[in-house]
Each structure stands twice: as C-alpha cells, then as structure tokens.
C-alpha cells in the first residue's frame, strides 16, 4: 500500500507514533479511530485536522470509523485541562451528538458500500448497560493506578493545576480505553489516531487492548501535532469567538474571510495541513507566493480549496462574491443579492443609523440623509461639496444632488448602504 504515514510527516500531521505503526499501515488496510467529543451541536476548525486524517486514511485505502463520543461527553476528558468541566445534561448531549454526526457525514461517506468504508459509532451505544461493578471488575483491574497517574493529563492536575482532579474525570482514560477494546473485538480496528493531548488515553488504549486480548493483540497509536499560529495563539478562534464548520455560526463569507486573513508564515504551514493539494502544486505555490507575497496567492488558494472541502464550490462563489462587494467594483444588483446575515457579515463594525419606513416611502433628498438623518457628514454644506465632488455612492451607484431616496433602494428591504470614496460606508436600517 503506499504510505500514509510519509504523506502526512511532509504536511506536518504526525507528532507522535507507536513502533510497528508504519509498518502496519503499509502492510494491510488497517481500521483506524479517532474520537470526537460532544461539547457542542457542531464542530469548529479545531475539528478539522481529525476529520482532515480520517479522509486521508480513506484515501489511502484503509478504514476509518468516526467516534462521537456520547458516553465519554458525559465524563469530560481532563487531558488539556485545568478544570473540571460542567457535565452536560442528557437532551443537551443528544442534541449535541446528533449535530456533530450530522458534520462528518458531510466528509465521510457512511453509506459506503466499499470494502474500506467509514463507519460512525457512538460509544454511549456500548456503554450505556454496562454497570459499575463489572466495569470495575472487567476493565478497572486491568490497568494499575500507578500506570494511570503517570500519564501527564493526570500529573498535571495533581500537581496544583487548577483544583485537581475527581475519581470521575480519573476514570476518563479507561473509558476510552476500553472504546479501542471494543472497536478492536468489533471492527478488527489497530489503531487510533488524535491530537498530541490524547497520547496518554490513546497508548492506555492500547494497553487495555493488550491486556483484555491476549499477548499476541497489537494495537498502535499515532498523534499529530496541536495546530497553533505562528505568533503563539490559539488556532481557530477570531476576534468574535470560534470558526465552526457549519454556516448557521459562522457564515461562509467569515470562514473564507479567515483563512484569507492568514499570516503568510501561517499560510506555508496550513497549506499542507488543510488541503489535499499535492506536494508540487504546494511547492510551486509557496515559491510564487515568495516571488509577490503582495498578491497574497497563498492565502487565497488555502482559502478557496479549505472552504470548497467544508461549504462546496457553491458557497466559495458566494462568499468570493460578498468580499468582491467590499474590496472591488460592486454594482446595486450585487448587493441586493446578498442575504440579510452576509449582508452584516460584510459590513461588521460600520457605523449605523436608523431611519423609519415612513419617511423612506415619502422619499428624502440625499442631503438630508447624508447629514441630519445618519450624521454620516457633519453638515448640509459637507454633504452638497461631496455630493459636487461625485464622491459620494447610494449602493454603489453614484448619487447627485437631486437624489431622493425611496423604498426602491432597500436591500433586503431593510438597509442602504451610503459611501464617500472608497473605503468610508455607512448602513442605514430601515425600521
């Protein structure tokens, strides 16, 4: 088979792995899990490398099976973290689970009848009949205590980080354990995959396996690096909060936008991480990026194909569009197909101003707009000198004086968007 494993070094995607893993995936189609927690009704960015590494291992012929992890989301994994977190009630984690299925089956194809097609589970399924005391007696004598405390997720927290740790987040890494146990008995499945965070859980996995299966059971593990920025902080977050993978939190025009606003250090490395592209076409584009960094070919080609895998060509178009309107020579019709949330994406953090639906359908003259009605100019005389300038845009279209504005001009039938020059906008809402 070819080899995964040398695929994914040259992007970045391996941090650490097991002995006898590279052997193992080039031997033979390998099952291969990673989780998933369901802390939200969807994913953000910070989901898409696993994803990104389950497509990969299909690629590549081997199997991948999508863990959510129903049972495992009502614990909370420590590894990361400081503090225990607030346990989910039953409906929220259902809701939860059943939005985050709804997102890998956009890049997994369940319905596969391949020999190599994924596979989604839920390890609440398992789990939910199995009771303390056999747990105890099958699983939690398998593992010592001393195994269990050496690992960092754990050392961390009793250390002094935050205000250590429960019995119930304790017993996290054999849960988890034992969802490769039972994926292994299931699925035939060898190897799990996750974030460098999940090393311990993963290789106590590996050793339930073991231990539950026989000497002759073999299990691996393999982790790929935690994504940060070049300048230290955390992947995946704005200055609004998370990027999610769904449009209803964050619009596509926003998903583009932030992998457009990528540092060119940045884009060098994500290219190989959130892409499919091929190592020549990724080569060519890092050395025509350096030869015009000004053109930005780099960001633009990582945004266009990142948000191609998430959204579909379709959006992309749109969200090329949207931005076109801001930066480039928009028209009135351009705008008035943008949708009301796109529309505010655009225009985020320009300077508002309310006028009643009433004196719209009467028509006002663009001098009493531009001053009294927005303050967008600081008097009647400022407004007439620009609007003489030819300076001043009613949706893109230049005005004159003698321009009123009516109904006619809503986008959306709620805004109008007033410019001066290039780069000075105001909206007006309609209410």
């Given at each position: 088979?070819?080899?995964?494993?040398?695929?994914?070094?040259?992007?970045?995607?391996?941090?650490d792995m097991m002995p006898g893993t590279e052997e193992q995936l080039t031997k033979e189609m390998t099952t291969t899990y990673i989780g998933f927690d369901p802390t939200s009704d969807s994913l953000h960015i910070g989901s898409l490398v696993?994803?990104?590494?389950?497509?990969?291992?299909?690629?590549?012929?081997?199997?991948?099976?999508?863990?959510?992890?129903?049972?495992?989301?009502?614990?909370?994994?420590?590894?990361?973290?400081?503090?225990?977190?607030?346990?989910?009630?039953?409906?929220?984690?259902?809701?939860?689970?059943?939005?985050?299925?709804?997102?890998?089956?956009?890049?997994?194809?369940?319905?596969?009848?391949?020999?190599?097609?994924?596979?989604l589970v839920n390890n609440y399924d398992w789990m939910k009949d199995f009771s303390f005391i056999n747990f105890a007696r099958d699983v939690g004598k398998r593992i010592t205590v001393n195994y269990m405390m050496a690992k960092d997720s754990?050392?961390?927290?009793?250390?002094?980080?935050?205000?250590?740790?429960?019995?119930?987040?304790?017993?996290?890494?054999?849960?988890?354990?034992y969802d490769f146990h039972h994926l292994y008995k299931t699925y035939n499945c060898l190897l799990q995959m996750g974030g460098s965070d999940q090393w311990g859980n993963i290789t106590t996995g590996t050793e339930l396996v073991r231990r539950?299966?026989?000497?002759?059971?073999?299990?691996?593990?393999?982790?790929?690096?935690?994504?940060?920025?070049?300048?230290?902080?955390?992947?995946?977050?704005?200055?609004?909060?998370?990027?999610?993978?769904?449009?209803?939190?964050?619009?596509?025009?926003?998903?583009?936008?932030?992998?457009?606003?990528?540092?060119?250090?940045?884009?060098?490395?994500?290219?190989?991480?959130?892409?499919?592209?091929?190592?020549?076409?990724?080569?060519?584009?890092?050395?025509?990026?350096?030869?015009?960094?000004?053109?930005?070919?780099?960001?633009?080609?990582?945004?266009?194909?990142?948000?191609?895998?998430?959204?579909?060509?379709?959006?992309?178009?749109?969200?090329?569009?949207?931005?076109?309107?801001?930066?480039?020579?928009?028209?009135?019709?351009?705008?008035?197909?943008?949708?009301?949330?796109?529309?505010?994406?655009?225009?985020?953090?320009?300077?508002?101003?309310?006028?009643?639906?009433?004196?719209?359908?009467?028509?006002?003259?663009?001098?009493?707009?531009?001053?009294?009605?927005?303050?967008?100019?600081?008097?009647?005389?400022?407004?007439?000198?620009?609007?003489?300038?030819?300076?001043?845009?009613?949706?893109?279209?230049?005005?004159?004086?003698?321009?009123?504005?009516?109904?006619?001009?809503?986008?959306?039938?709620?805004?109008?968007?007033?410019?001066?020059?290039?780069?000075?906008?105001?909206?007006?809402?309609?209410?």
């Amino acid at each position: 088979m070819n080899n995964l494993v040398e695929e994914l070094q040259w992007r970045g995607l391996v941090h650490d792995m097991m002995p006898g893993t590279e052997e193992q995936l080039t031997k033979e189609m390998t099952t291969t899990y990673i989780g998933f927690d369901p802390t939200s009704d969807s994913l953000h960015i910070g989901s898409l490398v696993p994803i990104i590494l389950l497509v990969h291992l299909e690629k590549f012929g081997h199997k991948p099976i999508a863990l959510v992890g129903g049972a495992t989301g009502m614990i909370g994994d420590p590894s990361g973290k400081s503090d225990e977190r607030n346990l989910l009630d039953e409906a929220t984690l259902d809701k939860n689970v059943a939005g985050i299925k709804a997102v890998l089956s956009r890049f997994l194809d369940f319905n596969s009848t391949a020999t190599n097609a994924p596979i989604l589970v839920n390890n609440y399924d398992w789990m939910k009949d199995f009771s303390f005391i056999n747990f105890a007696r099958d699983v939690g004598k398998r593992i010592t205590v001393n195994y269990m405390m050496a690992k960092d997720s754990v050392k961390k927290r009793l250390a002094g980080e935050g205000e250590g740790m429960s019995f119930t987040e304790f017993t996290y890494q054999l849960i988890q354990g034992y969802d490769f146990h039972h994926l292994y008995k299931t699925y035939n499945c060898l190897l799990q995959m996750g974030g460098s965070d999940q090393w311990g859980n993963i290789t106590t996995g590996t050793e339930l396996v073991r231990r539950m299966n026989g000497e002759g059971a073999k299990a691996f593990a393999m982790t790929c690096p935690l994504i940060t920025k070049a300048d230290g902080s955390k992947f995946g977050k704005s200055e609004g909060g998370n990027i999610w993978l769904t449009a209803d939190k964050t619009s596509v025009y926003k998903f583009y936008q932030f992998w457009l606003n990528t540092t060119d250090v940045d884009a060098e490395k994500y290219i190989k991480i959130f892409t499919f592209l091929d190592k020549s076409t990724i080569d060519s584009l890092i050395a025509e990026h350096h030869e015009a960094p000004h053109l930005r070919v780099l960001q633009r080609k990582l945004a266009e194909e990142v948000t191609v895998f998430v959204h579909e060509k379709e959006e992309l178009g749109k969200a090329i569009h949207a931005s076109a309107i801001l930066f480039g020579n928009a028209t009135a019709d351009d705008l008035k197909n943008l949708d009301e949330a796109t529309f505010l994406e655009v225009f985020d953090g320009v300077p508002q101003a309310e006028i009643s639906r009433a004196d719209i359908e009467a028509g006002i003259d663009i001098v009493t707009v531009l001053n009294e009605k927005t303050g967008f100019m600081k008097s009647n005389g400022e407004a007439r000198r620009a609007l003489s300038a030819n300076s001043i845009s009613v949706n893109k279209a230049k005005v004159t004086e003698e321009f009123k504005l009516t109904s006619n001009d809503l986008i959306n039938n709620q805004f109008v968007l007033l410019q001066s020059g290039k780069k000075n906008y105001f909206v007006i809402r309609v209410k």
